[in-house]
């Protein structure tokens, strides 16, 4: 079964500071995507990749970095952080040829 | 604007019914068709899928109806048991090139099967 793995899990960050989530997968997958899940949102695409070295902007990329140095990892990066980023965040890996998603556990991040 | 709409925020349906979840799209492009379910605390995990060339697809107790020229897509579920008691998301995805897909999600129904 698709491994996807975030971390961290939880993170609390202060306006202004910097803040990367990292996203692994163990399964090969060409595509990954960074959802944020809010309430009366339902899950929005950030950045996604087709592959090592490949970043997309998806429906709202504003304040968001995408990085996506091999096939197994691909990281979000709020060089700003604002409250408005407080959000639980999913990493997700698949999607070739429109199959399965496999999502992470999610990241729950803060920003005070 | 919202590309995948779905039409409630949530529902109620007694253990044992039958239940539709709807979702409207506006992409033209989109050829794959999804439900998710989601549990609270827990990722979303694929639930039932089709293509656009299929109108129907059936896995057990769920079935996925493709509706091209409505851009509409629903889901059935029958004899809907507590379990069931979830967040269930739709999404539309297109391709952007080759193999490459992007799937864009709905804002998800609360369904609550009651006893």
């Known amino acids: 079964e698709a491994a996807v793995t975030q971390s961290p899990r939880n993170k609390v960050a202060v306006t202004g500071g910097k803040v990367t989530l990292s996203c692994n997968q163990t399964n090969n997958h060409n595509n990954m995507y960074w959802y944020r899940q809010d309430t009366g949102h339902g899950l929005r695409l950030i950045h996604y990749?087709?592959?090592?070295?490949?970043?997309e902007k998806g429906d709202i990329p504003d304040g968001y970095k995408a990085s996506r140095p091999s096939q197994e990892n691909f990281s979000l990066i709020l060089e700003l952080a604002t409250p408005s980023q407080t959000s639980v965040y999913f990493c997700?890996?698949?999607?070739?040829?429109?199959?399965?998603?496999?999502f992470g556990a999610g990241t729950r991040l803060s920003v005070l | 604007g919202q590309q995948v709409k779905q039409s409630s925020p949530s529902l109620t349906v007694q253990e044992g019914g039958i239940l539709i979840l709807n979702c409207d799209y506006e992409n033209d492009m989109f050829d794959y068709f999804a439900w998710y379910k989601k549990y609270p605390d827990n990722s979303p995990t694929l639930l039932i899928s089709?293509?656009?060339?299929?109108d129907k697809r059936e896995d057990g107790r769920f079935t996925v109806f493709l509706n091209k020229s409505g851009k509409h897509f629903s889901l059935h579920i029958t004899a809907s048991q507590p379990e069931d008691t979830a967040v269930y998301l739709c999404a539309a995805g297109e391709n952007s090139g080759g193999s490459n897909y992007k799937l864009t999600f709905g804002k998800g129904t609360l369904l609550t099967v009651t006893p």
């Open positions: 997700a890996s698949g999607g070739d040829r429109g199959n399965t998603l496999y």
């Open positions: 089709v293509r656009s060339n299929v």
């Open positions: 990749s087709y592959g090592a070295g490949s970043t």
